[in-house]
């Protein structure tokens, strides 16, 4: 599969965000740089520039407006995103993109 997808829990507080930041109307840009050392960084923000080069990936994952450039899509392809609890109370955002060296898929990953 190649779509950029969020989960329904990503996604609800995504819209949260929106809404409390008057973004509700622009897409959530989603990117990702290769480091020099082969590690991938992330980044995501509410886009208010829009597809300046015409060449932007653009898809929709439980009510959210997604957008990617085409410089990050080969490397964002299959990725989703979800919001968990790495630690008690303390929650994030993480990228689950199988195109990352440090992603170790779960077993409901596989089945």
Same mark, same amino acid.
């Given at each position: ?37 082969? =590690? ?14 015409? *060449?932007? &990936?653009? $898809? +929709? ?9 085409? =410089? ?14 790495? *630690?008690? &109370?303390? $929650? +994030? ?19």
């Amino acid at each position: 599969m190649d779509d950029v997808s969020i989960s329904e829990a990503a996604a609800e507080i995504i819209k949260k965000s929106a809404l409390e930041s008057q973004t509700d109307n622009l897409p959530l840009r989603i990117a990702v740089t290769k480091r020099q050392d082969g =590690s991938f960084h992330y980044g995501m923000g509410f886009d208010d520039v829009g597809n300046a080069d015409g *060449e932007d &990936k653009t $898809f +929709h994952s439980n009510g959210v407006d997604i957008v990617v450039s085409a =410089s990050s899509f080969d490397l964002l392809k299959g990725t989703v995103i979800d919001y968990i609890e790495l *630690e008690a &109370k303390q $929650f +994030h955002f993480v990228f689950l993109n199988p195109n990352d060296p440090n992603y170790k898929p779960s077993q409901s990953d596989n089945d």
